[in-house]
């Protein structure tokens, strides 16, 4: 496969190797820093991604953007992407076989980024990349170390968009994301933010004092 961003984007875009490719409006390659020391990794594209041909551009992406400004990043300084790179029919995960046929392109983006830290966003992307039996629910904010590389999973922001009751958790692993950063990371600063606490259930998703 290709051996620079701009080539393994072009393939990406003229990829027909399932099934979702047929009903794309566009591929949804990846988008932010291409030099970025932390990658984001969600499941696949909804509606607005499709459209607009970047990842978490819906109401799941302004909560992903909230939660990276809870610690002081945002989208610039960070990669974010898709196990794949289509939208499965009416939002559904997608099969085993359609993350398999693009896996391929997210190994290729990893080692083109060699990023320090992958966050997992969801269980179908930890599932894929940390463990097969990952339980989203009980391990969500916990590390592990994969070829160097320091790998967690939080709730996919859809999930705390339903269930607004595991805000608190996330607030948690989002500070322990923040550590980690600090720990890990040589040219990602951290903007200081205000003091901070979790939002209420239903209530916004930060609040600065
Ligand atoms: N959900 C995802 O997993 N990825 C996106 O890009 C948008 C929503």
Not at 164 to 190: H, N, W, Y
């Amino acid at each position: 496969m290709a051996d620079s961003w701009e080539m393994l984007e072009h393939a990406c875009r003229q990829c027909h190797s399932c099934s979702l490719s047929a009903r794309r409006t566009n591929t949804v390659f990846g988008d932010g820093s291409r030099t970025a020391e932390i990658m984001f990794i969600g499941e696949a594209p909804g509606a607005n991604e499709d459209r607009q041909g970047l990842p978490f551009v819906g109401k799941a992406g302004q909560l992903l953007d909230d939660m990276l400004e809870i610690i002081g990043l945002d989208r610039g300084m960070v990669y974010i992407t898709n196990i794949c790179k289509c939208r499965p029919p009416d939002n559904r995960d997608p099969l085993g076989v359609e993350q398999e046929t693009c896996l391929p392109f997210l190994r290729k983006q990893t080692a083109l980024l060699r990023p320090k830290i992958i966050v997992c966003l969801g269980r179908i992307a930890a599932m894929q990349l940390i463990d097969p039996d990952l339980k989203i629910t009980r391990e969500h904010g916990q590390w592990t170390e994969k070829a160097g590389v320091a790998m967690t999973a939080l709730y996919h922001p859809a999930a705390l968009l339903r269930d607004p009751g595991k805000r608190v958790d996330t607030f948690l692993d989002l500070k322990s994301l923040q550590r980690e950063i600090l720990a890990r990371c040589e040219r990602t600063p951290l903007r200081r933010v205000g003091r901070q606490q979790p939002a209420p259930a239903g209530g916004p998703s930060q609040e600065q004092a």
